[in-house]
């Protein structure tokens, strides 16, 4: 299983808001501001989203923001849009035993 | 802009091994990045594999050091995987991935990924 739990699902209508959580422990989403996110279309490979907590590659709308606070991160996704419909996976650097990465369980978002 | 592309046997018998490899465009010749693999099943979700830089320094995930090798060839552009003694929970989807180094462990590209169903 994931080392970083996520809820299987979350949806809501076009326009609206949906945030999912991340979390962790002390030695992973805790311990490093390192949190990235992940979009994840059927059938395709992983796309950065968010890195270091908050931060947006280019070319990501900013309607994708994240946050973090203690061991939980979070991913908010504003203003949905019929494309936002994917599986949103958090990755977290882990220090422990030379495990640089981890990632989460994954969110499947639905589009009402 | 880096391009990944994975090939290999999408079947591998039960206690072989696992071999892929990761053709490169558009940045291999880079020193800051590292060249990396990950897998994706549905039992398991996302793991990291492990890694290796242009100096050939290696990092490995915990659970799968024992069995596994990652290496490099620059002449031909190309990164591979080795996967030994593999069983049927090796079974997933396996991606090539690139990130530049110190850029906050996050990943910036990836592969299209390849199935490897291990199965006699």
């Known amino acids: 299983q994931s080392a970083l739990t996520q809820p299987p699902s979350a949806s809501g209508s076009p326009g609206q808001s949906v945030t999912i959580s991340c979390t962790g422990t002390y030695s992973d989403v805790g311990g490093y501001n390192f949190v990235s996110w992940y979009q994840q279309h059927p059938g395709k490979a992983p796309k950065l989203m968010i890195y270091?907590?908050?931060k947006r590659p280019s070319g990501v709308p900013d309607r994708f923001s994240g946050s973090k606070s203690g061991n939980t991160a979070s991913l908010t996704v504003s203003g949905l849009q019929a494309e936002d419909e994917a599986d949103y996976y958090c990755?977290?650097?882990?220090?422990?035993?030379?495990?640089?990465?981890?990632f989460g369980s994954g969110t499947k978002v639905t589009v009402l | 802009q880096v391009q990944l592309q994975e090939s290999g046997p999408g079947l591998v018998k039960p206690a072989g091994t696992l071999s892929l490899t990761c053709d490169v465009s558009?940045?291999?010749?880079?020193?800051?990045?590292?060249w990396s693999w990950v897998r994706q099943s549905p039992e398991k979700g996302l793991e990291w594999i492990g890694e290796i830089f242009h100096s050939g320094t290696t990092n490995y995930n915990p659970s799968l050091k024992s069995r596994v090798s990652i290496s490099a060839d620059r002449s031909k552009n190309q990164f591979s995987l080795n996967l030994r003694s593999v069983t049927a929970a090796d079974t997933a989807v396996y991606y090539c991935?690139?990130?530049?180094?110190?850029?906050?462990?996050?990943?910036?590209?990836w592969g299209q990924g390849t199935l490897v169903t291990v199965s006699s």
């Open positions: 991935a690139s990130y530049y180094d110190n850029s906050g462990y996050r990943i910036d590209y």
């Open positions: 990755s977290s650097h882990a220090g422990r035993d030379n495990l640089f990465y981890v």
């Open positions: 558009g940045g291999f010749m880079s020193s800051d990045l590292w």
């Open positions: 270091e907590v908050s």
